[in-house]
């Protein structure tokens, strides 16, 4: 079993709402990443979560929080979103982050912000 | 910097016609490439890991194949079905893939 869930399916939000992404896979994986995915472009990483700990952040803004409360689990928080920041937000996992291991995404949280 | 190109960038196709995928990488130390299709407003579905050069692999009507500076992603006999967006990503010395842009393929019946 390769998958990977991801709640909610859809989000609308307005700049001043706090929500979160939830992401979850119960395949052992002990890697898991956050994407965001803008229409007819690919993904683009924003967050790696090696042994639940951060291990990369690619310089993205503050209004994105990640956590990782278990080996199981990945949130993202939202907070004070921009309109621009309407995509698809896909979570991610694989057995490590080592080189060369196959990354299995989950189905994406759509994101509108008003 | 890695880069990975994928062509043609739109591909569309009769059902039954076989064509091929492009994937063209400039890596220093590929480590892995990766293969996953996409329908619109999901996430990528994994297909293929490649590891090296001459290395093949197969499911249904795909077939994807590595050389030192390329990974072609055949489709034979396709049916609408496989209607998609194909990505193509590379994996170097670190965690980080780097993807290309995709091909999107649509089959008629």
């Known amino acids: 079993d390769t998958e990977v869930t991801q709640t909610p399916k859809h989000l609308v939000m307005g700049m001043t709402n706090k929500k979160s992404l939830k992401c979850e896979q119960h395949m052992g994986h002990r890697a898991m990443y956050w994407y965001k995915q803008k229409a007819k472009k690919p993904p683009e990483l924003m967050f790696v979560?090696?042994?639940?700990?951060?291990?990369i952040n690619e310089s993205v803004p503050s209004r994105f929080s990640p956590e990782c409360p278990n080996s199981s689990l990945l949130n993202l928080h939202l907070h004070a979103l921009q309109p621009e920041d309407s995509a698809l937000y896909l979570c991610?996992?694989?057995?490590?982050?080592?080189?060369?291991?196959?990354?299995?995404f989950g189905p994406g949280t759509r994101l509108l912000v008003l | 910097e890695d880069q990975v190109t994928q062509s043609p960038e739109a591909l569309r196709l009769q059902e039954g016609e076989s064509s091929s995928l492009n994937c063209s990488y400039t890596v220093s130390g590929l480590r892995g490439l990766f293969w996953y299709r996409q329908d619109p407003g999901k996430g990528p579905e994994f297909l293929f890991t490649?590891?090296?050069a001459g290395e093949e692999k197969e499911k249904e009507r795909l077939k994807a194949t590595l050389t030192k500076k390329e990974s072609f992603l055949h489709i034979t006999a396709p049916k609408p079905e496989d209607s998609a967006t194909y990505l193509c990503?590379?994996?170097?010395?670190?965690?980080?893939?780097?993807f290309g842009a995709g091909t999107t393929v649509t089959v008629r019946a």
């Open positions: 490649l590891y090296s």
């Open positions: 990503a590379v994996q170097a010395d670190d965690y980080k893939l780097s």
């Open positions: 991610a996992s694989s057995s490590t982050s080592g080189s060369g291991e196959t990354q299995y």
């Open positions: 979560y090696s042994y639940e700990k951060l291990s």
